[in-house]
């Protein structure tokens, strides 16, 4: 026997997507490879003829499903795992996945845990301050002369790699990650503090808590060492107020 | 070091595309994986404008470079290797193989023959008369929920796997197949010979030479064995023609 990633645990993730013909696109190549929850971030999509064109028929439920945020955080909040795509390489950023060791990645992950997928717009990809957001980055190998993507044919790509991904079953211990809102409400305590204690200013508040962001991600939280994140901090909190007043 | 599959020896071969869009998206996903030759079968492409527009700017010299054929034997007819895509699997059908079955085996035969991965028009894909030209068929897996998948979708995960497929360098002898051209004037002779010697009849002669194709294409036959094959044919042919003679 083999396990598979748990594709119901799966959700396509697009943040501000600019055509709506790629909505539909998306939402046909995620149920070809039985992705079936997909979420747009940004101005819910108009045209939903178009939308619908390129689902074809076979897609129209994933459409129907297609749930919409206003902003990414929140969309993202309620998931455990977030694999942002990217073309760019380097600069501040970590070394990213290839498909195939996302999908290898996602096969225990996924059993118990809300995994998003998220992809950028069209034309520019995702941000410094979305990848925020990311414990793993992937990046879709391309030839020198041509890297753009179409945005739909990436999620393909990821889709099929998820789809065929597998391995020998075996006892595992697939741990429950913290979700977005706990990450966040943790790193909003942590800023907080840091900037109290004079560690973060205004100037410097983004690059500081990039990479304070870098390394917890990577170390993928659980709940309960989240809690123990802010207890601390809460206490460090405490402490300073105290000293402060004295 | 590693050897991956010779891109250069690739060529994309849609048969009778529906949407000219297509044909632009297709352009732009392979030339994403470095595969830079695209033919097309049937009508010339109209409408080169909207193919443009779904190529990008990026892949416009792809779209520039696209060769047009009215009749699919002779588009092939240059080819060492044909790999036929297809959704539908059994019936009188060989067992397909995986897209990375494929790119695995590519990674040799691609080095010094030239091979064309061949798909079908949208709605229906490869009839079994244009099957017949394959030496292999693929069948990209999907979810049963909903199994057909765009055109251009088709292609990016054919030539994804292409690109990422490679093994440790090593000696290998990579035989040179013979051509489509030579491969079906031998056909074409064991026809001629077969229904004169009354094996094959004209109710029965798809059947037949069907069967006869899909053992001999299986074999993966060198231009010199095709000769030996054609040599025997002639000699039957001449012995029979002597021996009616009498």
Known sequence: MTVGVRKENITIVLNKPKYPGNIGSVARCAKNMGVEKVMVVGS?????????????????????GVRCFDDLGEALSGFNYV???????????????????????????????????????????????????????VTIPTAEAMKSINL?????????EIFVA??????????????????????????????????????????????????LSRVKLYSREVRVVRGVCRQLDWYCGRNKKT
Request: with cysteine.
């Open 44 to 64: 819910p999509p108009a045209d939903r003829e178009n939308i619908l064109r390129m689902a074809t028929h076979g897609a129209a439920d994933v459409v129907d």
């Open 166 to 215: 597998g391995r020998a079953e075996r006892e595992v211990f697939t741990p429950k990650l913290a979700t977005l809102r706990e990450l966040e409400g943790m790193y909003g305590q942590i800023q907080g503090l840091l900037t109290r204690v004079g560690f973060i200013s205004p100037e410097n508040t983004d690059h500081r808590m990039m990479n304070i962001r870098r390394f």
């Open 83 to 137: 694999a942002g795509t990217t073309s760019r390489v380097g600069r501040a950023r970590r070394p990213n996945l290839h498909p195939r060791e996302l999908a290898a990645e996602l096969i225990d992950l996924s059993q118990n845990n809300e995994v998003a997928l998220l992809f950028g717009p069209e034309d520019f990809g995702l941000t410094n301050d979305e990848i925020k957001y990311c414990h793993s980055l």
């Open 152 to 160: 739909s044919h990436a999620v393909m790509i990821l889709c099929y």
